[in-house]
C-alpha cells in the first residue's frame, strides 16, 4: 500500500520559515513533487524533485524561497520554506507517480496534478501577522 504522509504545517509570520516533511512508503517513487492549493484557486505544483540526478525544480512564485531535499530513495522529502509571503498560504500536498515523470513538466505544465497516482492529505500553512 502506498502511503505520503505530510508534516510541518503550522503558522508563521509573514517573512518566517517552515519546513515540510514528507514521507513516502510502499513505493520506489521516480520522483516527489509538492502543491499547494489555496481556497478557490486550483493545485499547482510548487517544488519537484527526481530520484538519480535529484535536480530540483521550482515554480516562479517559490524559487529562491523554496528549497526541497531529499535523500535517496526519496522515502522523505523535505520542503524548507523561507521569507514566507502573504500569498503563500495553502495547504500543501505532496505526490508522486507509479511511473517516471520529468519534473521540469510537473512544474512547468498547468494541471500537471492530473498526472500524479499518489497524493498525501496534506498539510495547512498559514502566514499571517
Known amino acids: 500500500q502506498v502511503q505520503l504522509v505530510e508534516s510541518g504545517g503550522g503558522l508563521v509570520h509573514p517573512g518566517g520559515s517552515l519546513r515540510l516533511g514528507c514521507e513516502v512508503s510502499?513505493?520506489?517513487?521516480?520522483?516527489v513533487a509538492w502543491f499547494r492549493q489555496a481556497p478557490g484557486k486550483e493545485r499547482e505544483a510548487v517544488a519537484c524533485i527526481g530520484k538519480g540526478d535529484g535536480s530540483p525544480y521550482y515554480a516562479d512564485s517559490v524559487k529562491g524561497r523554496f528549497t526541497i531535499s531529499g535523500d535517496e530513495p526519496l522515502n522523505a522529502v523535505h520542503l524548507q520554506m523561507s521569507s514566507l509571503k502573504p500569498e503563500d498560504p495553502a495547504v500543501y500536498y505532496c505526490?508522486?507517480?507509479?511511473?517516471?515523470?520529468?519534473?521540469?513538466?510537473?512544474?512547468?505544465?498547468?494541471?500537471?496534478?492530473?498526472?500524479?497516482?499518489?497524493w498525501g492529505k496534506g498539510t495547512q500553512v498559514t502566514v499571517s501577522s
Open positions: 510502499g513505493l520506489d517513487s521516480y520522483g
Open positions: 505526490a508522486t507517480a507509479r511511473t517516471p515523470f520529468p519534473c521540469q513538466v510537473i512544474i512547468s505544465t498547468p494541471r500537471s496534478y492530473a498526472g500524479m497516482d499518489f
